[in-house]
């Protein structure tokens, strides 16, 4: 049975563009390479700040086109094109990030004939958790397959 026929038009209307719904089969089968991706966001997140906190400083000291303050801010214009070809790559897999400290990853997915979010967090070894669409984290549900 394909999602469409699991769930109706109108609910894949409200999607986010670029969003896709997959099955909890295989989002359990993009998990892994999804939580490599998280990890690699994650430290570039560390590094992109560090690059902004030192960029800050340079252009308090030194004229705005000095070799350095342009080195640096380089730097960190490869860094966000690096998140941006990550974060297309969880796209691909229908993945999105929904928190960094600690990660978290959703999903779109049905359950009981309505799109939510499956749910995943650092820490967890597979996707068992769930919430609706209005919810966050907080409001996640246990996945109860039949």
């Known amino acids: 049975m394909s999602i469409s026929e699991l769930l109706d038009e109108m609910a894949l209307l409200g999607l986010p563009d670029g969003s896709k719904v997959v099955t909890i089969d295989e989002a359990r089968n993009e998990l892994p390479l999804a939580r490599k991706l998280l990890q690699s966001l994650q430290a570039l997140q560390d590094e992109a700040h560090d690059l902004t906190e030192e960029l800050e400083i340079l252009v308090e000291q030194l004229p705005p086109h000095h070799e350095h303050v342009a080195e640096v801010a380089e730097q ?71």
């Open 76 to 146: 960190l214009g490869n860094l966000v094109k690096e998140w941006q070809d990550i974060g297309d790559r969880l796209e691909n897999l229908g993945a999105r990030v929904a928190g960094f400290d600690p990660g978290h990853l959703e999903w779109h997915g049905v359950v009981d004939g309505y799109l939510v979010l499956y749910s995943w967090c650092e820490g967890e070894e597979d996707i068992e958790w769930w919430h609706p669409l209005d919810t966050g984290i907080n409001g996640r549900r246990p996945l109860v397959e039949a």
